[in-house]
């Protein structure tokens, strides 16, 4: 796979501590050219970071908004420059996607695929009717789609390891405060899109689910709530989730914990149960862990007990949709990280934040 050259579009945290360390370990598949912030000082920082865990021998070109001369769109109209990746704040991604994609770069963007579904929906149709007929690929950056752990369990399920999927369970219990370096970034302290950390972290887990069970959501009836004050507008989702098979399962999302040991001892992990076992999915120290517990029997079918087998995998989604983004350039698609598959992550969100306790269809409010 030749090289491709690459801008990073947005300097904060996520971009240096993921992106730039995901960059490294693909080594001469991707050569990273440039950086965009709206800052000066910002795209700097990124730049040096680079130089140094990149080993370049020259800094990254630094583009930002102070100087019309160094502008994203100046960086946009380079002929030397393949694609992008846009890690910058929720509301700002679906106009810079439709810009990059304008000036015939490949996109690879940040979860979620926009603040809400009216948008995603828009950006994923004129991306369908302008964009895609002339080639141009555009991935969405969910990780958790991409990671290996995840892929195991959904491959354990497609082989009928643990037969008929019956119901499923997710929890993921967060501690976030003023000291937290996520609560620290401007555009997180103050969403303005609906949902504040639950649409900005709570897609990993919908879209986790997404590939790991069999059958798409069908509807969803929940409750949100506020927590805790400093993560408005609501930091808690409890929902009650039916497939379109019938299975069904309990999602818990919080990131409004109120002490430390309410996230580190609340058991944050997924289950999936089927009529021949079950398996649990379970994330420590940058290694997942999928344990699958199956029904053992004698030659008359008899139950004789239950079977373990551990599947451990190192989290390298990050790195993984990247390299997948750079093979579908190439015109090899692994069928991961498609922006329709992430509306539905972004839908199940919206409607678990206005259900009330009512149910709502997924599936419809996904359609594009």
Do not use: C
């Not at 971009?15 to 990273?32: F, S, V, Y």
């Amino acid at each position: 796979m030749p090289a491709k050259s690459v801008a990073v579009l947005g300097s904060g945290i996520f971009a240096t501590e993921a992106h730039l360390p995901a960059i490294a370990a693909l080594g001469d598949a991707i050569e990273l050219k440039a950086v965009y912030s709206r800052s000066n000082k910002s795209a700097s920082a990124f730049a040096r970071d680079a130089q140094d865990v990149l080993k370049l021998k020259h800094a990254l070109d630094v583009y930002h908004d102070e100087d019309p001369a160094v502008s994203l769109d100046v960086l946009l109209g380079r002929s030397d420059i393949d694609a992008v990746i846009v890690v910058l704040p929720i509301t700002v991604q679906p106009g810079v996607v439709l810009k990059a994609l304008a000036a015939g770069k490949h996109v690879l963007s940040e979860k979620p695929v926009a603040p809400d579904v009216s948008q995603g929906r828009a950006l994923i149709k004129e991306y369908e009717a302008k964009y895609k007929p002339k080639g141009l690929v555009w991935r969405v950056a969910e990780n958790f789609e991409a990671e290996p752990g995840y892929r195991a369990a959904q491959r354990v399920v497609q082989e009928g390891k643990i037969g008929k999927v019956t119901f499923y369970n997710a929890r993921v219990v967060n501690y976030i405060d003023e000291n937290s370096k996520w609560y620290k970034t401007p555009w997180r302290t103050v969403p303005d899109y609906q949902g504040g950390f639950l649409l900005d972290g709570g897609v990993h887990t919908i879209a986790a689910l997404r590939i790991i069970l069999p059958s798409p959501f069908k509807t969803v009836s929940a409750f949100a709530s506020l927590a805790k004050d400093i993560l408005p507008p609501q930091d808690t989702i409890n929902a009650i989730v039916k497939s379109a098979d019938g299975s069904h399962g309990l999602v818990e999302l919080t990131w409004g914990a109120p002490t430390p040991s309410r996230s580190s001892q609340a058991g944050n992990n997924i289950t999936v149960t089927g009529t021949e076992g079950w398996l649990e999915i379970t994330r420590a120290n940058g290694v997942m862990r999928v344990s699958v517990k199956t029904i053992t029997r004698d030659k008359d079918g008899k139950t004789t007990g239950e079977a373990e087998q551990v599947i451990e995998e190192k989290e390298v989604g990050i790195e993984k949709e990247i390299e997948g983004f750079l093979r579908a350039i190439d015109g090899t698609d692994d069928g991961v990280d498609h922006p329709r598959g992430t509306l539905v992550d972004v839908a199940f969100i919206e409607a678990a934040l206005n259900s009330h306790g009512s149910p709502v269809d997924i599936v419809e409010l996904a359609k594009v």
